[in-house]
């Protein structure tokens, strides 16, 4: 043990770490206080763990403490723990350790709505401490600049974000000393994970230095991926919250608690009470044994449609009170099919949760539960990662949906499968959650029949005889990982970190399989150990792009990748994932495929070297692939100047790859039984909607048209097959994402397309963040000298489609105030209120007849609190330098006295908050216009620095992407003027001009500008 851990913890090892004793480490007691506040007096035991065995706050400690002995087995840190076990602070408590010496922090998350949740935490929790915290994620990208110039403490990142951020602006990392990983396991998805992989090897590649601190909820490859990482597995099983875990069968409740592996049983209805082979009627009788204990419950099934019709008939079963307040909060949001169905259900106190809602409706039903209105609960697996929501039971009805997307033909696919053992502990964690409920959870399964109940207790309680009636309990085991790792006995010395030897790095060590105890071999290789995961790759091309950013870059090291055999691969933990080719892939082939880079631009070739070109590099880390940008750069050279429409550049997306690979409902899957006729119209309506909507717009004579309507009108394509249903699907989305950002009613377009309000918002993201792309990939190619207008199109065509609003409704969409909709932004846009400033002059009676009370609340708070971000500033700027300067001056008055500072001190700028038309320059007037008075306070704000151009320009005109420094000196040399007329005219000086100069507005040639910090300011509200 460690001099430094004698010294805090003495002998005493048992007992509870108190918050206060982080102290010890250097954490500043208003951390201390802000984390006593909001968790609670004590550290749970995986935050115990990794601060006493892992040296999660020795890092960088150098007081007597052998740092590289910590680093090692620190760096890099997988943190393997139940849901809802504390995870969030380990990583946070590493944060503030680093922050603290002037590092960065990123924290990565999977999800928008988790980077939404995390980004609120620690803006709630560390704000008030100056914490500087930003986010970023694919349609959040206000942020951006501030992330990419390093202007914050921490950052909240979505994954593939990340991995576009480090690919395009990789000095944005100079500064980070440390990178959160949350939700890692995620890294074994097909669709997501090979992306997860580059992104940690690209970020490990570059920066080796920055420290990682991975956090894993149960995953059944958690050995490989410490291997992979090079990591220190920090394991705690202990839940906080006791989890009960089994099955029901004849109405009883047979478990085994998680923590203390006690068995029991639960009587939850009589046997005759529920048919046999009869889930509906399993469920109805074990939810009115849990109601009638006043208990929530989380059903999960498979799919979304499952949870819309499962919830309706819940709904009719039982008879619940109304959850008033959100049914009332429901009301104001946008009218959808969707806000009816959760609305009626709610009189029940009965909600679904999936991907079918608009994120305003998730949110609101995410606050209910929070707020204990809800009983019952039925969900797809959206619930099942990291969303804190107070529930005492979760329900898993056994299955989960795949979509076999990883094949040819890139269609939709679905498969049903069994839950697997994670998905089970990542689903069921979401019951009995700290600080959300008292004593324990359950995870419920539901065996209506023998067969169910044997094959659950085969696939999640490891024994065949758990629960058979008569047999022993006591008997049975959990699921779980290995002892080793899940000790919960104080850590001394190195015992289970094994250095392999297998990386060059010595500084990694991991968790060796050979130093677990032969009786947890078997064990862990059963449950942890699995085959590495594949991933079969039909896009050789885009596979051999992201080779070459991952710097495999010769045609042997390429090639001998791809060629990789079973038994080399298993032996070799440099990767995580495995690949295989649909084709046989020889050396002659790969070499022309980099031929074919090359004569595209994206590779090029120094030496039989091979380097992304700046164009490569922007497609990868953009994450389309190559025959979407073939597709796009083909439009781009052809397309007319100024001739371009949003109808064509939807078109184009939505007929690329990358955009017909976004997944949207369609009759076919609805009406399998009538499939043939129901195609066949639907074909013939989307086909008749967009030819008259080209013909109206003058649109068909584009060439980019012009191939779907030859082909249309013979339904052939060239080679003689039929327009495929993949075509259709793209024309179903150019049409609906065409009314999407026309303003056409949420309802209607739901109705017309059979879609649901949170499907048309994902499509409308995934397709703002390919309009961005494709503007990204116009600027590269000169459309900024050359085409700056159409250029400029395709940049807000990107903001509407994330917002599903007209150009005019753009600026108060940017404001991201919660729940104003897009329809209630085009109601005040065509009243003509369509920025913050026509916001900011409506009386609070006015935005009433506008808007329900509710939001106009929300408008005026966020208004309110924006300008009171800056008022704050300040005045407590204002207030100390007016003190400073009465405490430091005893002023000399003409005849020579002594007098009073406050008497004879006047301020020399005041700027009174609600006169915006002037301010007051030696107690004179000098009128001014809007940008002049937001200059002024700009300046003020940050009085004694210099502010860069691109900063200021960036505040005056955050909308308008080609705003100028002429633009600046004209408003300027307004200001400019006013200060010298009344200087001349108070006779301050000979030389005006000299003075504001040097002693008002210091000017850096070519940099920026400084408004002196002995001007005394003052500004009243
Ligand atoms: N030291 C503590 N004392 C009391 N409560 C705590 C403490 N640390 C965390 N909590 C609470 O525990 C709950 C779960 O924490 P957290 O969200 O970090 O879990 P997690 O391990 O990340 O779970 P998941 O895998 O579901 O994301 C939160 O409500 C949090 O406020
Ligand atoms: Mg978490």
Known sequence: MSILFKHIWGTKLQEKIKMEQLEYFGIPSYIINIWKKNYSDTLLPVQEKAVRQFGLLQHGYSNNINIDEYRKISNPLLVVSPSSSGKTLVGEMAAIKEIITQKKVIFLVPLRVLAEEKYQHFQNLYQSAGLKVKVSSGDHRHHDR????????????????????????PGFLNNVSLVVADEIQLINDLQRGPRLENNLDCLRMRNPNIRIIALSAFSENTIHLAKYLGASVLFSSYRP?????????????????HNTSITGKEVFFAKDDAFECNLASYLKATLSYL?????????????????RIWSRWLAEQFNLSPAKAAINELNTLEDSTSRDELISLLQNSIVYHCADLSRQERQLIEKAVRSCDIKIICATDTLSMGVNLPVNNVILTGQKIISKKNNELLLPNFQKRALTLSEVENMGGRAGRLKQQECFGRI??????LIELTAYQRLYFNSSNLLLPGYPLSKCHLYTLPAPVMQDKPFEGNAYQINEGYSDNSKTSCLALSALPAKQLSYSENFLYKVKPVKIEYDILTFILQRIAQKQNTLDGIYNFSKQDNERISNNFWHYWHYKFNKNITRKKMSEILRQLEDTKLVKNSSNIYYLTEMGALVVSRGICFQTYIHFRKWLENCCKNEISELEIIFLISTSVNGENSLIPSPVYKTTKFKKSAIGKWKKYLSMKILSLLFELGEDNKPIFQLYLNTESENKFGNGKKIDLKKYLSIKKTLLLFDWINGRELREIEEDYGVLSGAIQNIGEGFSWLSDTLAAIAAKIGWGEQRPADLNRIKQLAKRLSFGVETDGLSLAGLEIPNLTRAYIKKLVQQGYNNKECLQELTEEQLNSLLPERITFQVKQHIQRDAGKHKNIFLMKDSNQLSNKIKNNSIKTANGKTAKSEEIIKPELIINMSRPDKILFFQEEIPVTRINFQLVLLLTKKQ??????????????????????????????????GMKLIIQHKKITDSPEKFIKEKILKVFPGRGLL?????????EK
């Not at 208990?295 to 999960?300: H, N, P, Y």
């Not at 691109?950 to 003027?977: C, F, V």
């Not at 408004?1011 to 500004?1019: A, T």
């Open 146 to 169: 501030d992330i990419i110039g390093g202007d914050f403490h921490i950052a909240v990142i979505v994954y593939e974000k990340f991995y576009y951020l480090q690919l395009q602006y």
């Open 944 to 977: 004694g620095q210099m502010i860069s151009y691109d900063e200021i320009i960036d505040n005056l005109w955050p909308e308008d992407e080609d705003a100028t420094y002429h633009r600046l000196w004209y408003h300027l040399g307004k200001l400019r003027s």
């Open 1011 to 1019: 408004f002196d910090e002995n001007i005394l300011v003052k500004i």
């Open 291 to 307: 109601i009638n204990n006043n208990e929530s419950s989380l059903i999960f099934f498979s799919t979304k449609k499952e949870v």
């Open 241 to 257: 919250l006791e989890l009960r875990k089994g099955i029901v069968r004849n109405g009883i409740y047979q478990y085994i608690e």
């Open 444 to 449: 419920i399964f539901l065996a209506p029949s």
